[in-house]
């Protein structure tokens, strides 16, 4: 009795294809595809890089206005407790 092939699965553009169920040349196609630059994955690779650098400067934006917010609060305090004196 024969064994079944073992199938081979690959993420070809989101898309789980089963290459044992392609054509020779769809399947030749696929791997060739796959091993070619994918434009996507480097504009989705800048997209979540600008991305997480803008919310790094709107980050430290907040930071430095509580900063400053904290410290003028802190100096009122001071300044009332030194005046009750």
Avoid: W
Avoid at 34 to 52: K, M, Q, S, W, Y
Avoid at 66 to 73: A, D, F, G, T, V
Wanted: aromatic content about 4%; overall charge negative; glycine content about 4%.
């Amino acid at each position: 009795m024969a064994t079944p092939a073992t199938s081979t699965f690959m993420l070809f553009r989101g898309i789980d294809v089963e290459l044992n169920r392609c054509s020779p040349a769809t399947r030749q196609a696929i791997t060739a595809d796959i091993d070619a630059a994918n434009p996507l994955v480097d504009l989705e690779a800048l997209e979540e890089r600008t991305t997480g650098e803008a919310a790094g400067v709107d980050i430290e934006d907040a930071l430095c206005e509580l900063r400053s917010h904290l410290h003028e609060h802190f100096l009122q305090r001071k300044l009332v407790r030194l005046y009750e004196r």
